[in-house]
Each structure stands twice: as structure tokens, then as C-alpha cells.
């Protein structure tokens, strides 16, 4: 199974960012994926989550500004990012629990967000 993200870059504060994660390979169906993040010197945190049936659980951080958005036809996620903050910069991780022989959960590669002007 692959995690592949995808959308990040450089923006200034108050602009937004689209994200996107794909999960591919061979498995019988994704179950929740969720958007981690990783600032330095910082440990990895929760930003959503997202179930098979479209319920989402978001960070106090990013309420009201992120929103995410699932189709289940692609196994593919979306982080749209808005009014974003110099305190959002980091990398961005997609992770899918995924059903092979059993179900485990995979990590793509991460993705740069940096917010400065």
C-alpha cells in the first residue's frame, strides 16, 4: 500500500492550500484516513481525521479554518487550508488504515507547508 500527498508550498499568512492524499495499491479497502503534522523541534500531531462514512474529527488548532473532504472511489483525501498561520508551517502526513490479510495503517512521505510573508 502507498500514502502519496500532494498540494504543499509556500503561502502567506491569511492565504490558503489545498492538500491531497491518495492511498493505492494492493488492498481491499481503506478504512479512516487522517492528516498528522510535524512542526520542528515539535512532536507529530493529529490535524483531522476522517471516517469511511465521513466523520471527522478536527484539531482545536484548525477548527473552523481546515476542512477535509473524502472520495472513497479514489481511496483519496483533501485538506483545504484556510486563513492560514505562520504557526501552521510544517510537514504535513496523510496516514490510511488500509485492509490487506488484515488491517494496518501506512504513511506517506509528508509534505511541506511553510506560512510566511
Known amino acids: 500500500v502507498q500514502v502519496v500527498e500532494s498540494g504543499g508550498g509556500l503561502v502567506q499568512p491569511g492565504g490558503s492550500l489545498r492538500l491531497s492524499c491518495a492511498a493505492s495499491?494492493?488492498?481491499?479497502?481503506?478504512?479512516?484516513m487522517a492528516w498528522y503534522r510535524q512542526a520542528p523541534g515539535e512532536q507529530r500531531e493529529v490535524v483531522v481525521t476522517i471516517t469511511i462514512i465521513g466523520s471527522t474529527t478536527y484539531g482545536d488548532s484548525v477548527k473552523g479554518r481546515f476542512t477535509i473532504s473524502r472520495d472513497n472511489a479514489k481511496n483519496t483525501i483533501y485538506l483545504q487550508m484556510n486563513n492560514l498561520k505562520p504557526e501552521d508551517t510544517a510537514v504535513y502526513y496523510c496516514?490510511?488504515?488500509?485492509?490487506?490479510?488484515?488491517?494496518?495503517?501506512?504513511w506517506g512521505q509528508g509534505t511541506q507547508v511553510t506560512v510566511s510573508s
Open positions: 495499491g494492493s488492498m481491499q479497502s481503506v478504512d479512516t
Open positions: 496516514r490510511a488504515w488500509a485492509m490487506t490479510t488484515s488491517l494496518n495503517n501506512y
